[in-house]
Structures are given as structure tokens and as C-alpha cells.
């Protein structure tokens, strides 16, 4: 089966830097998304990860390490429209997505 | 582009009912769609992957026989929930995947259809 495990909230003040961790258990995994879901919305995809190493897309960036079955997202300068909530997902087999249980981030002013 | 719809957005039905929601690829043909439950609060669980042409692959402890879903062509998908009861409101949330772009590391969501059983 497959287990992925992210913390279920954080909380950053606007302008500063937050970091959300992701752990995995799978087989057949192919690579680690990142997707941003606001409140009675869809998720939106972020970032992906198929190789080890970091990626970065304007004020996020997402890193993977397959060795370690880790990856994390780093969102720069946080703006009150990122409180939202935000998935890790795992790429089994060539096909289909897992999600993580996702974490609340929260921004203070 | 990359537009996926999702018909109705919300649905309110009687137990016992059945009620189907279409998911829609609009400027794109999608061999494979996603269906995916969200309750409140919670993570996306997969329930299905719908291939054009062909039977669903349904997840361990999705019952097929409640949730009947039919990928009759490239831009469409449907979901109907058999006899619904109040255990099965919940966001129900369809994803495809773009024929063109072979394998493709992204999904494109539709808006979600909330479905609230009385």
C-alpha cells in the first residue's frame, strides 16, 4: 500500500518563508506532486518531482529526495492568499495519484 | 486550456435516489479520467480510474456496483451514486488526463460537485 505524511497544520506570518514536509511509504513510486486547494475549491497543481533535487516555480519551490522518501515545499514571501491547504501527492506506477491528508497553512498578518 | 468541467456543482437528492455527475475534458481528450471524494476537512481518496472504452479500475473498498462510472468517450465521464444515502454526501471531484501529452506529469481537476443526501 501506500502511506504519505505531512503535518496537519502550519502557521507563517505574511512576507516570511514556510517549508511543508512530506514523507512516503510506496511502491512503484514515479514521482511527488504538490497541489494548493483553497476552501470549497479544486485542487490546483504546483510542482512536480520525478528526479531528485530541487524545482522552483516563481515563489514556490518543491524538493525531492528518493533515497530518503522525503520531499518538502517551500513557499517564499507568503502572501494572505496562500492560506489554503496543500497536498502532497505520490505517483504510483506510472498512472495514478495518491494524496496525502494535507496540511492547513495558516498566515498571520 | 486544459479545462475540465464538472455538471452539476451541487446536488441536493432523497435517500435512495440516484443522482450522476458528468465530467467533462473541454478542449482536450482525456483517455483517462480520475474520480476522487473529498469529506470536509479531508484528503482527496481515490475511488476510480476511468478509461475510455473500457471498465473502471475501482480502489479497494469502493463498491462498483453503488458507484457506476462510464467513460464513454474522450471528453466524458460520468459517476452515477446508486441509491444514495446520507452517508455518501460528500465533494465528489473528477481529474483528466491529456491525450496529447502522452504521459503528463499533471492532472487537470474539474470545479467539484458537492452532493448533500437527505
Known amino acids: 500500500g501506500q502511506s504519505l505524511e505531512q503535518p496537519s497544520e502550519v502557521t507563517a506570518v505574511e512576507g516570511a518563508i514556510v517549508q511543508i514536509n512530506c514523507t512516503y511509504q510506496t511502491s512503484g513510486f514515479y514521482g511527488l506532486s504538490w497541489y494548493q486547494q483553497h476552501d470549497g475549491g479544486a485542487p490546483t497543481f504546483l510542482s512536480y518531482n520525478a528526479l531528485d533535487g530541487l524545482e522552483e516555480t516563481g515563489r514556490f519551490s518543491s524538493f525531492l529526495s528518493r533515497s530518503d522518501s522525503y520531499g518538502y515545499l517551500l513557499l517564499q514571501e507568503l502572501q494572505m492568499k496562500d492560506s489554503a491547504s496543500y497536498f502532497c501527492?505520490?505517483?504510483?506506477?506510472?498512472?495514478?495519484?495518491?494524496f496525502g491528508k494535507g496540511t492547513r497553512l495558516h498566515i498571520l498578518p | 486550456g486544459a479545462v475540465v468541467s464538472q455538471h452539476p456543482s451541487w446536488v441536493i437528492c432523497k435517500s435512495g435516489t440516484s443522482v450522476k455527475i458528468e465530467c467533462r475534458s473541454l478542449?482536450?481528450?482525456?483517455?483517462?479520467m480520475f474520480w476522487y471524494r473529498q469529506f470536509p476537512k479531508q484528503s482527496l481518496m481515490l475511488m476510480a480510474t476511468?478509461?475510455?472504452?473500457?471498465?473502471?479500475?475501482?480502489e479497494q473498498g469502493v463498491e462498483k456496483d453503488k458507484f457506476l462510472i462510464n467513460h464513454a468517450s474522450l471528453t466524458l465521464s460520468t459517476l452515477t451514486v446508486t441509491s444514495a444515502h446520507p452517508e455518501d454526501s460528500s465533494f465528489y471531484i473528477c481529474?483528466?488526463?491529456?491525450?496529447?501529452?502522452?504521459?503528463?506529469?499533471?492532472?487537470?481537476f474539474g470545479p467539484g460537485t458537492r452532493l448533500t443526501v437527505l
Open positions: 481529474s483528466a488526463r491529456d491525450r496529447r501529452k502522452g504521459f503528463t506529469d499533471t492532472q487537470y
Open positions: 476511468s478509461n475510455e472504452g473500457s471498465k473502471a479500475t475501482y
Open positions: 478542449d482536450f481528450q482525456a483517455t483517462t
Open positions: 501527492a505520490v505517483r504510483v506506477n506510472n498512472d495514478k495519484i495518491i
